[in-house]
Each structure stands twice: as C-alpha cells, then as structure tokens.
C-alpha cells in the first residue's frame, strides 16, 4: 500500500518561501495512474486544493495561490515537492501530500500525516 | 464551484441513521466524493462518483445524488463515527471541499 510522508520545516517567517516535500514509498511517481497533489486545511479556510503534478511534469495551480506557488517532481527520488513564496500569516495550516488517482471519476484515495507548518516571526 | 454542507453540526446515538447533505452552487454531475477525517488525522475517502463506496468502507456508508444535490448517509452509526465529514468536488479544477460536518454524541 503506497505511503507518503510530508517533510520540512514547521515554523516560517513571513515573506520567506516554505519547502515541503513529499516522499512516495510502495508505489511509483512515474505511474500514468495517479496526479501527486497538494492540499491543506486551516481553521480558517477548511480543506484548500493547492495544486498538482502529473506524471509527464505539467502542473495545475489553484488559481488563488498560482503566483507563489510551484510544485515540482523528481522521479529519481520518488518524491515531488511544494515551494511557496512570500508567506503571511494566512498560509500556516496543516499541509498534506496526496494522491488523486484518475478514473471516470477522479479521487484523492491516499494521503499523507499532513506536517503543521506555522508562519511567524 | 463552491459546496455547502447541512447541517454543519450534528447530534445523534449510537445506532441512529443520519443524512448529510452537500449541494454545489451549479452542476457537477456525480463527480463527487466523500471523505472521513478523525481528530489529528488526514482525511479519508468514503465515497467516489457520489456513490460507489470506496474498497474497505463499511456498508453502512452510502451516498446518492447527483448535478446540484448529494447525500451521505450513514444507516447504523457505531462510535467511531463520530468525527467530521466532508464533501469534495472533481468536476473542473480547482477542485473544492464542503466545510465540514461534525457529529456528535447527542
């Protein structure tokens, strides 16, 4: 059964950029099957798609955050990753890696701890 | 596409059977999934193409609907039920989530 596992700091200051990276064990990045995606939830904002990687390395942003947003995948690795610039207050939530698997009817079937990431000085 | 789930909070007993709703603000066909989540946990499917019941998922879960209205139902609820489930759309991108329905011991 795939696993993923969030990594990266918990704590950021504002305006600088958080990294997360999400590592992939039991199953492959390179499936055709799967988009990796990027979700989080805050008390504020509840669940908030960020974005996702397909196999063939295109991303899709959510259209709200698609200027500080990149998210890349190293297939070497197995793992993809999140970067988000110039951070506020507003982006501290718990941010989780996903699955989507892709079917007539698409659905995030497999999802990472999820990693508390705070933004302050 | 926004999702707005009824009620927000629930009260119940072991054993009730309970109905959570989700209407999207236009259509979405049945490009609609449920999912569990636990206090500290992630989420957790439930329910894809509003209603076929994902592998491992008690049969007491179900869902229906389709275009605007859907509907969770969960016939018997046992204690474990008792957290917070949310609705989540598929049919364009961004894909979003309901804000959550909570149920609690009555």
């Known amino acids: 059964q795939v696993q993923l596992q969030e990594s990266g700091p918990g704590l950021v200051k504002p305006s600088e950029t958080l990294y997360l990276t999400c590592i992939v064990s039991s199953g492959s990045i390179r499936s055709g099957t799967y988009y990796w995606t990027w979700i989080r939830q805050s008390a504020e904002k509840g669940l908030e798609w960020i974005g996702r990687?397909?196999?063939?390395?295109?991303?899709n942003y959510s259209p709200s955050l698609e200027s500080r947003v990149t998210i890349t995948k190293d297939m070497s690795k197995n793992q993809f990753s999140l970067t988000l610039s110039s951070v506020t207050a507003a982006d501290t939530a718990i941010y989780y890696c996903?699955?989507?698997?892709?079917?007539?009817?698409?659905?995030?079937?497999?999802w990472g701890q999820g990693i508390l990431v705070t933004v302050s000085s | 596409i926004q999702l707005t789930q009824s009620p927000s909070f629930l009260s119940a007993s072991v054993g009730d059977r309970v109905t959570i709703t989700c209407r999207a603000s236009q259509g979405i066909r049945s490009y609609l999934g449920w999912y569990q989540q636990k206090p500290g946990k992630a989420p957790t499917l439930l329910i894809y193409g509003a209603s076929t019941v994902q592998s491992g998922v008690p049969s007491r879960f179900s869902g229906s609907g389709s275009g605007t209205e859907f509907t969770l139902t969960i016939s018997s609820l046992q204690p474990e039920d008792f957290v917070t489930y949310y609705c989540?759309?598929?049919?364009?991108?961004?894909?979003?989530f309901g804000q959550g329905t909570r149920l609690d011991f009555k």
């Open positions: 990687i397909s196999t063939s390395g295109s991303p």
């Open positions: 996903v699955r989507e698997f892709l079917g007539p009817y698409n659905y995030f079937d497999s």
């Open positions: 989540q759309h598929l049919n364009s991108y961004p894909p979003a």
